[in-house]
């Protein structure tokens, strides 16, 4: 049985109040300002997230990495084949389970990550400007606290 809907909220009636429009809308504005400054064969935000993990592990299996970015297994195969075929990544199976992938990055993709590290950072920044580093900081506790509900 569906719970009752609190009629008295602001975005009952205004789709562009809506939680999850307004999560849209600041995702592709996000997008937006990442492509702008962050421009390099043409990678996206999930790989340039996934090629900084790979950072952080000498190597790391397909479905903990998965897990790190919050990509489902489907799609994460898709980004690192992608991600292979422009040499950021290399990949192999376990010896001793032939189901298991392991991801490595490699020379290319750890200069990559150097080379745009600090205009992420910037399209972080840019995307939360309006904000003061006090809201900033709100503003994060509160997307972790939504997520952390799952």
């Known amino acids: 049985m569906a719970e ?3 009629t008295n909220c602001v975005w009952i009636n205004n789709v562009q109040k809506r939680p999850g429009f307004l999560i849209r809308l600041l995702h592709q504005k996000h997008t937006a300002i990442f492509n702008s400054e962050c421009s390099v064969d043409g990678l ?3 790989m340039f997230s996934i090629l900084s993990v790979l950072t952080q592990h000498d190597k790391i299996e397909q479905t903990k990495l998965a897990k790190l970015v919050a990509v489902d297994k489907t799609n994460i195969v898709d980004v690192l084949n992608r991600l ?3 040499g950021y990544i290399s990949r192999e199976k376990c010896d001793s389970d032939k189901r298991k992938r392991y991801t490595f990055i490699s020379e290319k993709g ?3 990550v ?3 590290n600090d205009r992420v950072l910037y399209s972080h920044e840019k995307t939360l400007a309006p904000l003061s580093d006090e809201e900033s900081m709100q503003f994060l506790w509160l997307m972790e606290k939504l ?3 799952d």
Request: zero cysteines; hydrophobic letters at 40%; glycine letters at 0%.
């Open 114 to 116: 150097e080379k745009m």
């Open 44 to 46: 996206t935000p999930m």
């Open 147 to 149: 997520l952390s509900e």
């Open 4 to 6: 009752k809907i609190n």
């Open 84 to 86: 292979s075929k422009m």
């Open 110 to 112: 750890k200069l990559v």
